[in-house]
């Protein structure tokens, strides 16, 4: 049984220019893609991966799977590009994914099998492509208006979601660092939060989990905040983060040690650490 990570279209708009609106809510009742992954990680002797994707509506939807150039800015949001950048390997080198488009039924699932190929003149490095998996609207007929054109062209927007694919040739390492903790007080409607430089060097992109812990003086050590799947691409060496933290029992924050670990995934112990004390 295949565990399939439910999304509710929130990651990612796709509107008919192409273009690409992140963090935009899109109601639970329009759940219509389930997948199984977050990213797809290849190399070594890994040359092969595999998505699932599930259609849990009620139904028959049509879905399109493509590849895309994505950057990731400073705040951890991925920006589209529509072509490689200088010295960049086009996706057409390297990765080969099939079926391309699918129509599922009511509760029907679909494999989607991605492969990295590896041409003999490939340098040592990391590539990322992105692949996004959209549904088709249905099409809708063009509707009578007054205006003196006359008619009226209706056009659905598509929901999707897009994944990284990460296709690394060699031994390649990220060094990631927790840097300048500021610790914010919570405010009204707003809990306390922590801000800090999620660092990275080194020739790959780094993900993982941070978590952050509090002891208050005189007192035991509590876990105050969690967040899993954090990445940061090679485009960048730092990613701004704010953290909100929330003590058990939702009491108030006073003088003792804020610890903040990240930990690469698939990792027993964490890569870099950083405290701060509160007064």
């Known amino acids: 049984m295949h565990r ?17 609106a992140w963090g935009q809510a899109v109601p639970a009742t329009e759940t219509n893609l389930m997948i199984s992954a977050r990213r797809i990680e290849l190399g070594g002797s890994k040359r092969s991966g595999e998505l699932f994707l599930m259609n849990p509506s009620s139904k028959r939807r049509t879905y399109r799977i493509t590849v895309n150039y994505r950057d990731m800015d400073a705040q951890g949001d991925t920006v589209e590009r529509q072509a490689p950048k200088q010295g960049e390997r086009p996706w057409t080198d390297l990765l080969r994914f099939s079926p391309r488009q699918v129509t599922l039924g009511a509760g029907q699932s679909q494999t989607v099998r991605v492969a990295a190929m590896r041409p003999a003149d490939l340098p040592p490095g990391e590539y990322r492509y992105h692949l996004t998996v959209a549904e088709m609207p249905e099409p809708a007929p063009a509707a009578q208006d007054d205006t003196k054109e006359g008619l009226r062209i209706t056009v659905s927007p598509l929901f999707g979601v897009t994944i990284p694919v990460i296709f690394r040739n060699g031994d390649l390492k990220a ?20 801000t800090f430089w999620l660092t990275r060097s080194g020739e790959a ?51 003792g040690r804020l610890h903040l670990t990240f930990t690469p995934e698939g990792a027993r112990r964490a890569e870099a650490q950083a405290d701060l004390v509160l007064r």
């Open 175 to 194: 060094i990631s660092g927790l840097a300048e903790l500021v610790f914010q007080p919570a405010v009204t409607n707003k809990k306390a939060a922590l």
């Open 205 to 255: 992109s780094s993900y993982g989990h941070l978590k952050a812990t509090f002891t208050p003086e005189a007192g035991t050590e509590e876990t105050v905040a969690e967040l899993k799947g954090i990445a940061v691409y090679t485009n960048l060496t730092r990613r701004a983060m704010t953290l909100p933290l929330e003590r058990p029992g939702a009491k108030p924050f006073g003088p």
């Open 4 to 20: 399939f990570l439910a999304l509710l279209l929130s990651t990612s708009l796709l509107v008919p220019s192409g273009t690409i």
